[in-house]
Each structure stands twice: as structure tokens, then as C-alpha cells.
């Protein structure tokens, strides 16, 4: 069937062909030039049963999901203890893990590292715990687009609610973000920021099309009263920013006059991790553990978990019944949650105590990384940069 040339969308509202294009003109007394689009007006977004809270850039808020249909899993017993022994590392190796952290400081001699003398080795390994809950979370808002013949289709059907709409589900416990554009919300508007123009006033001229000449200042003559060259006398010369139009196509519609409107679903997926290790008597500072891998004991994956039980670090236990109760409270209110998974490392620290010049200094090794902790480090001197 072929469009006619006047369009009505479904309120009735006649709009101006698509096909049609305007021809510049050399100013304009329109829509004053501001420095960012102007807020498109509330009316120019229809009545979508379903997305009545849905607004024009600043979204609708996160909408609460469905009730889950998967019932809540049963109590399961614990993890076993594995009979997994970290061996201490050797000397050598603690002095190796010593001097390569040594070297890498710029300001920092490599002497006591090398030569300094191990008194003492201790183990201070310790937990960590780890839960993950990877969830779902959806929120609409109004957008729009530069009408180029794209589908319209609102009001032929009622739109989807937002948790009806399909959308690709990306690897468990990896982040991603997808748009969708509502089924059944597009429609065709004026563009708000041109008044259906497609053309803007130039900021540069205020719409004129042309400006004082720089030269002569605009009285047409040099200061020895010979004609201006630069205007040939005028004592204006075209604005360069428009090419002496007095306007510029409108960047909001592109000079299309019209713009597609519609709802954009944002689907947002999250891996919410939080962690827990258990305090150490060694000295060294929970923070450091961030940066490194321990060996994995223990892992758990399901749609949502029940803590871990009968661990034999009781602190563990209580840290996973904390954070599994907190995790399905916080974000089973705005998101839905699609799987948690929690793991248990064993995080290898030594404390090595060595001399070094009559003195007692302390430095732990720790993680897979073998990664050096030494804040009192006895050989360090001011670096300047000339």
C-alpha cells in the first residue's frame, strides 16, 4: 500500500510528509539557538499502558521483577574438608620472591634482600570467601531517533510489559548491558528542538547569515580610506560556521524535520561480588589480599544458594550465612536473580623474619603470585626528578 503524503499517527496529529525536504533559507526568526537540546515537551510522548512511569532521559527507575516460579533450594550439607596441605616454601624461594620486589622499586637497594639473614619462617594462611549473585535488572525511558522510514507501530497492538520481552541472556557472572526498543511504542513527531523545521538559527551570526567585517570593523574602508578588500566595502562578509545561510541543519533530527519515538528497554546484567577473609594473626593487612589467587577448596553454583554449613573455620560460616541472606534480600527487590555461586580459597602467607645490619625485619609472601608485602623495608632513599 502505498504512504500517503500526509501522515496521522494514532492521536490523530497530522505530520509533514517524510519525503518532503526543506530548502535553506538565508535566516531564520525561529527556534533561538541554545547551547544542548531542548527537553522534548511531555505531550510529545503517548500514553503506554504499562510504562506510565516512563520519562524522557532519566528513565522509569528500575522496575521490580516477576515472582520467581523456581522454588528456594533445600539445605545441603557442607562442603568436606579436602586433606590439602600448602607446603612452606623454601628459603630460596622467599629470597627469591624478596629480591624481585626489591628490584622492581626504583628507590629501593637491593642489599638487604640479598644478604640479609632469615631467622624465622611462620605460616599464617587464611580464608577467603567469596559469593557472586548474577542478576537481571530492567528500566524503560522515552527516546528517540532521526525519522528515516523506519517501522511504525504503536497502538497496532498492546506493547509487551517489560519482563515479557526477550533478550539474550550473556555468560553467567559476566556484566553486560542490552537495548531493546519496545514492541508497539514507535511513532512519528515533529522534531521539538527545530519546530519541524529541520534547520537551526547559527549561533555564530544569530541567524543573519553574516558578521562585521574584522577588518575594517564594518564601515567598508581600510584606514587609509581605500576600500576594504577583506568585504569589498560591505563592511560584513559571510558567517563561515553556516556559509552565509543564517542556518544550520538541525542536529537533533538531522534536517529530517521528523523523529521516531519510543520506548527503549534497558536490560542490565550484573555480577555482584562481595568477599570475606578471614583475619590473620601474622600482621598482614586484609587489603593486600585483593591483588592475588589463593587454592580453591570449595565451589557452589545455583539458581540460589544456602549457606555454607559445617565449615571448619567458623567464621566462614558465619560470613556465608550473612551474605547469602543479605545478597537475596538486596537484590530480589530491583533485580531478578538469574545465579549465585560462592567459593572458599586457602590463601598461602609466610611470614619471614630475617637481620639485616643488627636489626629485625619483618616481609610476608603470599598468594599463588608469590606477591611481598615489606613495609618496613630497611634500605629506601628520596628519588627526585632533576
Known amino acids: 500500500m502505498d504512504r500517503a503524503p500526509i501522515m496521522r499517527d494514532h492521536t490523530g496529529y497530522g ?74 616454601i623454601t628459603e630460596d624461594a622467599a629470597r627469591e620472591a624478596f629480591v624481585g620486589y626489591a628490584s622492581s622499586k626504583c628507590c629501593y637497594s637491593t642489599g638487604p634482600a640479598k644478604d640479609g639473614v632469615i631467622t624465622s619462617m611462620e605460616p599464617f594462611n587464611t580464608y577467603r570467601y567469596r559469593l557472586e549473585t ?136 550484573t555480577n555482584n561480588k562481595e568477599d570475606f577473609v578471614v583475619e590473620q594473626s601474622g600482621g598482614l593487612k586484609v587489603e593486600n589480599f585483593s591483588k592475588v589467587s589463593g587454592r580453591e577448596m570449595f565451589k557452589d553454583s545455583q539458581y540460589m544458594l544456602y549457606p555454607v554449613m559445617g565449615f571448619p573455620d567458623p567464621a566462614v560460616a558465619q560470613a556465608s550465612e550473612r551474605l547469602v541472606r543479605e545478597h537475596q534480600s538486596r537484590f530480589s527487590q530491583t533485580a531478578r536473580i538469574l545465579q549465585q555461586r560462592h567459593t572458599i580459597e586457602l590463601i598461602p602467607v609466610t611470614r619471614v623474619t630475617y637481620a639485616w645490619k643488627g636489626k629485625t625485619h619483618v616481609y610476608f609472601v603470599y598468594g599463588n603470585e608469590m606477591n611481598v608485602n615489606a613495609d618496613d623495608y630497611p634500605a629506601t632513599c628520596c628519588c627526585s626528578v632533576m
Open 134 to 269: 548474577f542478576t537481571e535488572s530492567r528500566s524503560t525511558e522515552w527516546s528517540h531517533e532521526p525519522y528515516t522510514n523506519q517501522p511504525v507501530d504503536a497502538s497496532i497492538q498492546p506493547a509487551p510489559g517489560p519482563w515479557e520481552i526477550l533478550a539474550q541472556t550473556p555468560t553467567f557472572f559476566q556484566d553486560n548491558t542490552q537495548n531493546i526498543r519496545v514492541p508497539y511504542t514507535s511513532s512519528v513527531k515533529p522534531c521539538h528542538e527545530c519546530l519541524g523545521m529541520g534547520r537551526m538559527p547559527c549561533k555564530e551570526c544569530a541567524g543573519c547569515g553574516s558578521k562585521v567585517c574584522w577588518v575594517c570593523n564594518g564601515s567598508g574602508f581600510r584606514h587609509d580610506n581605500n576600500r576594504c578588500t577583506h568585504c569589498s566595502g560591505r563592511g560584513r562578509e559571510n558567517c563561515l560556521r553556516c556559509s552565509g545561510h543564517g542556518s544550520k541543519e538541525c542536529s537533533l533530527c538531522r534536517g529530517r524535520r521528523q523523529l521516531l519515538v519510543f520506548i527503549n528497554l534497558k536490560v542490565q546484567w
Open 15 to 88: 505530520t509533514v510528509n517524510p519525503g518532503y525536504e526543506p530548502s535553506p533559507a538565508p535566516a531564520m526568526s525561529t527556534p533561538a539557538a541554545g547551547n544542548a537540546p531542548s527537553a522534548p515537551p511531555a505531550s510529545m510522548f503517548d500514553n503506554v499502558p504499562g510504562y506510565e512511569g516512563t520519562v524522557a532521559g532519566g528513565g522509569g527507575g528500575y522496575l521490580p521483577p516477576p515472582m520467581p516460579t523456581v522454588p528456594m533450594p533445600k539445605p545441603e550439607p557442607g562442603p568436606l574438608q579436602p586433606n590439602w596441605h600448602i607446603p612452606s
